[in-house]
């Protein structure tokens, strides 16, 4: 099927209509809308299942799937690209195409809208909740054994000093309270520095804040291979040089900071690993 397909034409043909089937029925064509769906449904669905993921899926500096994601068909999730695929199940998010969502509706065509999850607990019932609508509920109860166990394991010992941290994302950008990252970021064994910052739920963190105040650790990745960090340009900054020595820098893939599910199992891997690596630097110190 041609991919120049006109909007009158797709939403015109009654061919499409009826697509959906019913709720019960498994469904064999899916498409994802929304990068954090794109996620959990491939580890959750059979590949076979997936029609399409969201063209996210195909750009380093936002998926967290890496080459598995650059191998599946993607979608801009317009309605005419959406439609000429046939799908059976369609998977968005609040920020999907408002079009997209009411073509879905007038044609019959099953979608499933989600959130975003703010906690670990809203991130694994979301996991359930796609395992529900692909019918895989026992791959969906699997996965959320492996995220509750690497979850679990990112918790401190007991009598573990509390470190101050701020994740940067591009731009400077961090979460506050209130958000998944800072539900993960606490119970990894770190006080999320943003809020001290005046951050309400995400936002930017100026400059002259970390010079006055700076957080123990100060996480941040690549955006992508090669390419400087924000956290590196600000930690480069001459207004820094007094304070830059008290903020220990720790690896923080960017990738990891906009999704849940699976990808949480990495996330509470690498702050633990942040937090070990700030607690041996200042053992060290008190050492020398």
């Not at 990112?154 to 940067?168: R, V, W």
């Not at 956290?231 to 220990?248: E, G, I, Y």
Request: include cysteine; hydrophobic fraction near 45%; proline fraction near 7%.
């Amino acid at each position: 099927m041609s991919w120049r397909i006109t909007r009158r034409s797709v939403l015109a043909s009654g061919a499409v209509v009826g697509l959906g089937g019913a709720a019960g029925s498994d469904p064999h064509r899916i498409v994802s809308l929304n990068p954090c769906l794109d996620v959990i449904l491939v580890h959750l669905a059979d590949r076979a299942q997936i029609a399409a993921l969201s063209h996210y899926s195909h750009e380093p500096s936002s998926s967290s799937l890496g080459e598995l994601g650059r191998s599946f068909p993607f979608t801009h999730e317009s309605a005419e690209e959406v439609l000429a695929l046939r799908p059976d199940l369609v998977l968005t998010g609040r920020h999907s195409s408002p079009a997209t969502r009411a073509a879905l509706k007038r044609l019959n065509i099953r979608a499933e809208l989600f959130g975003v999850p703010n906690t670990v607990d809203e991130s694994l019932e979301q996991v359930r909740q796609v395992a529900r609508a692909v019918h895989r509920p026992a791959r969906g109860e699997a996965l959320v054994a492996r995220i509750e166990a690497a979850v679990a394991a990112a918790a401190p010992p007991p009598g573990t000093p509390k470190l101050t941290a701020l994740i940067y994302q591009s731009g400077g950008f961090a979460s506050a309270q209130g958000t998944l990252m800072d539900d993960m970021m606490r119970r990894a064994g770190f006080e999320n520095a943003a809020s001290r910052y005046g951050l309400k739920r995400t936002g930017n963190v100026p400059l002259e804040n970390l010079i006055a105040d700076p957080p123990d650790v100060l996480l941040a990745g690549e955006t992508k291979p090669g390419a400087p960090t924000w956290a590196d340009r600000v930690l480069n900054h001459p207004a820094l040089s007094r304070v830059a020595h008290r903020m220990h820098r720790a690896s923080f893939p960017q990738q990891l900071t906009f999704c849940g599910g699976p990808v949480l199992i990495q996330t509470a891997q690498m702050l633990v690993r942040a937090r070990q690596g700030a607690l041996a630097v200042r053992a060290k110190e008190a050492r020398a």
